[in-house]
Nanobody, 120 residues
């Protein structure tokens, strides 16, 4: 099991930016960010695998960027042009095998989450 700790959430106005971080206690082959919103429940936002290929949920393409620093075992999510509908609890997830997925069932390690609130 890998321990995951998210940070960087907060409150911003629409159009603003936030950078989320997720520190992992060890190396992981694939990681992802999920969010839980009142409207959609938990959904995959962005994923990255060991060769740094990425995938994004359609509504965040061009606004969010996922990246990973293997030397620091840290995952990031740069969020720009934030919208009120981006409001939610953001979770980091990881697994011990490679490949891209935004399916929560594909991950077996989860952080506690960090809240992002975007006001209009």
């Amino acid at each position: 099991q890998v321990q995951l700790v998210e940070s960087g959430g907060g409150s911003v106005q629409a159009g603003g930016s936030l950078r989320l971080s997720c520190a992992a206690s060890g190396y992981t082959y694939a990681m992802a960010w999920f969010r839980r919103t009142p409207q959609k429940g938990r959904e995959g936002v962005a994923a990255i695998e060991e060769y740094f290929r990425t995938m994004y949920e359609e509504s965040v393409k061009g606004r969010f960027t996922i990246s990973k620093d293997n030397a620091k075992n840290t995952l990031y999510l740069e969020m720009n042009s934030l919208k009120p509908e981006d409001t939610g609890m953001y979770y980091c997830a990881a697994r011990a095998w490679s490949g891209l997925s935004l399916d929560e069932a594909a991950y077996d390690n989860w952080g506690q989450g960090t809240q992002v609130t975007v006001s209009s």
